[in-house]
């Protein structure tokens, strides 16, 4: 990383974190909102589902119009988007007749400011020099791990000190965050991945096989992380019968810690490591991790679990979008946004059926959990796939040098 791009780096980081609040700050708050506006926990629950929807409409439109607007004017609008949104979690729910619609009014505009956040920072990260950038792309992941075990903490905290009826002042203070973060966009070097007019149109991009393998990576990837990072809580409080401070702790955070070790461990020791073998490894390790919570009958091996689970499932987003990107390099901004399209797609649905899967076994968790050992399943294959064809790949440009030589 160059001194002239530190800021770059900085102001992405930040943007990690602030998606990370995005996500996590709403879902500590479902019980109060429940208690102090009479919202059923059904229609709560409506709640994320409008952050993954906005999110995938966003990343879709950022295929298509991010590089007529430009970087800067998407990725500062993000920013601005996300502390608008945030603080208005604390204002828009008394200003509307029914407080439901404020909370998703201000879910859905920093959800907007998320899905920019999403699509672009990764690109931008790519597009700054760098010695090893499946590094630099694992790294700028593991912010986001950061943020989520940073918000669930200091929330915590802050309720445990000040109480949960001051949940306005912390979102006022969460947004500040991203407030900063737009000086940081404004100044700091932006360059693109790809020269204007020069990358893949999405039409292009979906005539590659190795896109669609990219695609069921990234599907499969969001389905393993937010099928297990969104039902450890529940299972740490029915299985290990913990309170629900405890479960949200040793369970989705330490999730995302495990998680967050991963990428840091990547974006460190990257050079000395062979990506596609690391997520193969890592693959395996996620099935297992299933294979572990899902069938065991002793409820204390889901802790370890659990845990492994998020350490495995750090490396399959990142390096899905390295290696895309190593292997499409003009593929540009609509390669970013659908490769973020398609593990948000994931995110979205692997929850769902692991929470079908339950409901229709009794409510048994650990059913739902079995069926869910699909997506690594799948994803440990489709990695196979990808080795064969870097192994092809490696081999034709061997015959090809060959040739040469000849000649």
Known sequence: MTDTYQRTFLACYLGFVTQAIAANFAPLLYLTFHNSYQISLEKLALISSVLFLTQLVVDFLCARFADQIGYRACVVSSQILSAAGLAGLAVLPEVFSDPFTGLLVSTAIYATGSGLTEVLCSPIVEACPSRHKEAAMSLLHSFYCWGSVGIVLLSTLF??????????????????????????FTVCPIEHPVETGKSMTIGKLLKLPLFWLAILLMICAGASELSMAQWASLFMESSLHVSKSMGDISGPCMFAATMG??????????????LTRFMMTSGCL???????????????????????CGFSVGILWPGSISICSEHIPTGGTAMFALLAMAGDLGGAIGPGIVGSAAGRAGNDIQAGLRAGSIFPLVLVAAIALLIVFQRKRSTGRLRAVGQTRAR
């Open 159 to 184: 309720f445990s000190v000040f109480g949960v009826e001051n949940w306005r002042i912390l979102a006022c203070i969460w947004a500040i965050i991203p407030l900063v973060n737009v000086y940081n």
């Open 261 to 274: 070790i991963s990428r840091a461990i990547y974006g460190k020791y990257g050079d000395r490591l062979e």
């Open 286 to 308: 996620c099935l297992l991790c299933y294979l572990a919570v899902s069938l065991s009958s002793t409820p204390w091996l889901g802790l370890p679990g659990c845990m492994l």
